[in-house]
């Protein structure tokens, strides 16, 4: 914990030196012009040029309002059209070939285990549930792992090696089971694994290894497949015998261990070839309210980070068209009621059709409950995707660059057709697999950053970036012209107050690090001093460099309070800039999301006017955060227990904002 | 002196026998009056990966049917880039169809490929057609034709506008081919020459080349695509190219002794069922398509004429005096067939050589 925010704090400390470089190359950058712009005004001498200097920057500022205005109001509105500019999705790669395969699975492989599934149902598996008792193929190698003394799972592995494959590459099954209390629809995607694991020990066409792993999921099931994948791809590995002797004489894990042995399999760690794919399949306790088997898509991991379309597309593909089941992916319920959503989607439904009235060529606008669908797909995931927290196991697997997606069954519980549900969901992860075993190559053909608006729709990159472009472009003319004006008012007075002789770098170096001065001003009497630890610690951090470099002399600040929040406000507005930036770079969803508020809160951040009231507004803004901030800084929490770089990006960029616009709101003028 | 006198005459007719002889044969080095006397075939799959079985598929196929045509072995040049009946993905391992009802197996005992895998390069087969290999290059490996034969140059794979891709990595582009055949023109490599191409496009090919004598038939025009005849869903992948399945269809009625015509083939090609326009260039070929029958490219369908005497040479070592009964009528140049039967005569005439040469017993010569 402590670690955690010590690495922050010191990130904080090279972003602050980062900004000083930056800002200083501007000002380097901007004396160089000064001194051009002196020379200039010494050679010609004419009345007029104030005039037409004063003209042109009201004409710049008046420009960079315009500009911010019309490009905040188009990427809103781009963001907005984004369901509609969505594409359908096709399958790239050429080697995939899905359903050019009949399903070997018959209904034979699960009818004669049927018996076993009612069994499931009636005792709960815990007590009379053996992993062992599916593994005793010949082909089948057995692991039993336990990754924590104290409070042990244990993960059952079985592989099926290719018989004429080269054994480099695999393929893994993960069901999650919590061997504890296992439930119902636990014991059914225990099932729908095991029929199409036994199936493939026997078929002739593997060329990648199979890699079961029944996940025990009673610490939570991305725990157990991550660990598992630790100790997959790190050289030493949790041995049982070395965790057994660790642990002394743990009961269940000797029965175990005995049971192991007595049936004369390893209890080596097994390893198979390097991960392809990988499929968690899961089913759903409640069931659906359609009248086919449904089945959802998740595939948003940590980061924002997605996999391989052409890994939904087969999914999707092959459950649409061979196994006709019912595919949605996430979406927010809440947006499906919202008026406005769908007045928007009439709108652009009713300017397709004049379009096509226009010219039958174009081809836009959907209808508006698609509109809306889509829409609602298209939030969550963004959502999902900005929370850089994973939605499923399949996560941990993307933190190995392994494209991975959770598989989630809802089937329609009624029991006469539990064998034909089981039928339909083996079918599709046999049509899966063996389409990735068809695979040449890692998937690379199609694409890894795009967002859903449905299960068959995609929004690529180059189509989404540009409602973030737009939105963040005003950002860097509005810091320059903010500058320049502040400078060139600045640089005006200084021709008529100073000598030409006076050293000018004093004077952009002052105004550059004023917003400093003000910032260290910031009440710092919050409660919450884990967040303004860091928020402190970075000021410090900031003000040691700054003072290092013994260009910050405080004692010109007060003559130029007046100017001062304009820089400030153009140190805001480029931070903000730079941090959206970086942002897009790591995780686009949380950039798009942030950007939202804090661009137009970072160029509509002005002095409030009734800075008599000053005082009261700053105690009920401490109030207020208060409350609020206690329930942000948990989520913040949680975010950093989950490796998000959402909260770097929390810390890093949006708080210091929110820090400096609420300066600016408070500044005397 | 007076006997060396006399013999000066006739050595010197000799002398102007050989270079009359001599002219001749050049003259003869053309095409037109050169027989037919032998077959070959290169056959060419240029395609790696699985998921381009069809295409080892189609040159196997082709290659069953001109083995059962009755070019031997020995003069099929098989390259195949990829060993789909070992693939791992394979459900049928050492096994290769054409057909989802699996009744023939194509990748039986009797395969001989000459060309496998990472063999199959763009050079090797320029090397092939221009007959300029290095010097350890078995004589298997090698297109060893001559100005008689006639050469079916069948090729299967990804091509695109005026190129042919081999294996993922280089591609033959049009230029290269039709410079390859004119080498092979100029070093007397062939008589005639069908190259018969099913690919994408494949008729963009065709368009550099400029030497007489050869015919060329591609699965598709300029801007159209080939596609697969069917999908075998047991194993996986498609089995087989259109164009190449409906070339199969019509061979497959044929037996040897057949005298369907190329132009009856060309026909037999329907744009609808092909799905795309097959295209043939007949501008470089002097002969009539309706005169040529299929075997001649397809097949080696050669005529046997039986000669006693070797027979007779052979049971009796001591037999001087041998006649040749050979068919005069069979060719232009009595000069030269003269000398040819002096020469057989002399070869007879020395006892040594009685024994061995047991195939002049066969004139080999085509049937017309």
């Not at chain 1, 901030?629 to 913040?636: I, M, P, Q």
Request: glycine residues 6%; contains cysteine.
């Amino acid at each position: 914990m402590l670690k955690k925010v010590c690495a922050v704090e010191l990130i904080g400390i090279v972003c602050g030196w980062m900004w000083f470089w930056l800002i200083n190359r501007y000002r380097v950058a901007r004396l160089g012009k000064l001194d051009v712009d002196r020379r200039w005004r010494k050679l010609q001498l004419s009345s007029n040029r104030s005039r037409a200097q004063l003209f042109g920057s009201a004409f710049f500022s008046f420009l960079s309002l315009l500009v911010s205005i019309i490009c905040c109001v188009a990427g809103v509105l781009t963001l907005l059209l984004l369901p509609v500019l969505a594409k359908n999705t096709y399958i790239s790669e050429n080697a995939l070939m899905p359903s050019s395969e009949i399903p070997e699975m018959i209904g034979k492989h699960i009818i004669e285990s049927g018996g076993e599934v009612s069994y499931h149902q009636i005792q709960p598996i815990s007590d009379n549930f053996h992993p062992l008792q599916f593994f005793l193929g010949p082909a089948v190698g057995i692991v039993h792992e336990n990754y924590s003394c104290t409070s042990y799972g244990i993960n059952t592995v079985g592989i099926v090696r290719a018989p004429r494959g080269d054994g480099k590459e695999a393929i893994v099954i993960v069901t999650p089971y919590n061997s504890v209390k296992t439930t119902t629809s636990e014991a059914l995607s225990l099932r729908v694994a095991y029929s199409v694991f036994s199936l493939l020990s026997r078929v002739s066409w593997l060329a990648k290894d199979i890699i079961w792993l029944a996940a025990d999921s009673r610490h939570g099931e991305h725990a157990a497949v991550a660990a598992w994948l630790r100790d997959c791809y790190a050289l030493s590995r949790g041995d049982l015998e070395k965790n057994q002797d660790m642990c002394g004489a743990s009961s269940v894990l000797g029965h175990e261990l005995t049971s192991v042995k007595r049936n004369g399999v390893s209890n080596g760690f097994r390893r198979a070839g390097t991960t392809a794919a990988a499929l968690v399949i899961k089913v759903a306790d409640r069931s659906t309210g359609f009248e086919k088997d449904g089945l959802k898509i998740y595939a948003e991991a940590s980061n924002g980070q997605m996999p391989n379309l052409d890994l939904i597309n087969i999914v999707n593909y092959l459950a649409v068209h061979g196994q006709g089941l019912q595919v949605r992916v996430e979406k927010i319920w809440s947006l499906l009621d919202s008026w406005w959503l769908y007045s928007l989607g009439e709108l652009q439904e009713l300017l397709g059709k004049v379009a096509k009235s226009l010219n039958p060529d174009w081809k836009f606008g959907i209808p508006a409950s698609d509109y809306v669908e889509g829409c609602a797909t298209l939030a969550s995931s963004l959502y999902n995707q900005a929370l850089g927290v994973p939605t499923g196991p399949h996560g941990a697997f993307c933190d190995f660059q392994v494209d991975s997606i959770t598989l989630e069954f809802s089937p329609r519980f009624s029991s006469s057709q539990r064998v034909l549900f089981l039928l339909h969901a083996g079918r599709l992860v046999e049509g899966v697999i063996r389409s990735v075993n068809n695979l040449l190559e890692k998937f690379h053909q199609s694409f890894f950053l795009y967002l859903m608006t449905s299960p068959s729709r995609f929004v690529s990159v180059g189509i989404y970036m540009i409602a973030f472009a737009l939105l963040i472009a005003p950002l860097p003319l509005v810091a320059a012209a903010l500058f320049s004006d502040a400078s060139k008012s600045k640089s005006g007075k200084d021709d008529v107050s100073l000598e030409p002789s006076h050293p000018g770098e004093s004077i952009p170096t002052i105004t550059a690090w004023n917003w400093l001065h003000t910032a260290k001003t910031f009440p710092n009497s919050s409660p919450l001093t884990n967040l303004l630890m860091w928020i402190a610690s970075s000021l410090v951090g900031l003000l040691f460099t700054c003072a290092a470099s013994g260009s910050l002399s405080i004692s010109r600040a007060s003559q130029l309070q007046i100017r001062e929040w304009t820089l400030l406000k153009a140190v805001t507005v480029t931070a903000a800039f730079i941090g959206l930036c970086l942002m897009s770079v790591i995780n686009y969803a949380t950039a798009q999301i942030g950007a939202l508020p804090l661009v137009p809160m970072c160029l509509m951040a002005v002095p409030l006017r009734f800075h008599v009231s000053a005082k009261t507004m700053k105690a009920l803004l401490r109030g207020a955060c208060n409350i609020l901030l206690d329930d942000f800084w948990n989520w913040t929490e949680s975010l950093r227990a989950w490796n998000s770089a959402t909260y770097i990006y929390i810390c890093m960029v949006n708080l210091p904002c929110w820090v400096l616009c609420i300066r600016i709101l408070l500044h005397r003028r | 002196m007076a006997t060396s006198f006399k013999f000066k005459p006739l050595t010197i007719s000799i002398l102007l026998l050989f270079l009359y002889n001599a002219i001749a044969s050049s003259a003869s080095g053309s095409s037109s009056t050169t027989m037919h006397t032998n077959n070959w075939a290169i056959l060419v799959c240029t395609s790696r990966f699985w998921f381009n079985y069809r295409h080892m598929a189609n040159t196997l196929s082709l290659y069953r049917t001109v083995k059962r045509l009755g070019i031997p072995d020995e003069r099929i040049i098989l390259m195949l880039a990829d060993d789909m009946a070992c693939n791992a993905r394979n459900k049928y391992p050492a096994q290769v169809f054409n057909n989802e009802n699996h009744l023939l197996n194509l990748y039986g005992d009797n395969v001989e490929v000459d060309y496998r895998g990472y063999e199959v390069t763009v050079e090797n087969f320029l090397r092939i057609l221009t007959g300029r290999h290095e010097r350890a290059v078995p004589r298997s490996k090698r297109l060893l034709s001559d100005e008689g034969s006639h050469i079916l140059l069948y090729m299967t794979g990804h091509g695109g506008d005026e190129f042919l891709k081999f294996q993922d990595s280089e591609e033959l582009q049009s230029h290269d081919l039709a410079d390859a055949v004119k080498q092979m023109k100029e070093k007397r490599r062939f008589k005639e020459l069908l190259i018969m191409v099913d690919t994408c496009q494949a008729a963009t090919l065709f368009s550099q080349l400029q030497s007489p004598g050869v015919l060329a038939i591609g699965s598709s025009k300029k801007g159209e695509n080939s596609y697969s005849h069917h999908l075998d869903s047991d194993v996986g992948v498609s089995v087989v190219d259109r164009f190449t399945f409906y070339t199969l269809a019509f061979f497959e009625s044929l037996n040897m002794y057949d005298n369907a015509s190329l132009s009856s083939l060309f026909t037999s090609y329907n744009p609808n069922t092909l799905m795309s326009t097959a295209y043939y260039r007949t501008d470089l070929y002097q002969r009539r398509l309706e005169e040529v029958p299929v075997t001649n490219f397809f097949g080696s369908v050669m005529e046997t004429i039986h000669t006693d005497s070797p027979y007779r040479a052979f049971s009796n070592r001591y037999y001087r005096k041998s006649k040749t009964e050979m068919p005069s009528d069979q060719s232009g140049g009595g000069n030269r067939r003269a000398l040819k039967d002096l020469d057989i005569l002399e070869e007879l005439a020395d006892p040594k050589l009685n024994v061995r040469p047991l195939q002049s017993t066969y004139l080999l010569v085509h049937e017309g």
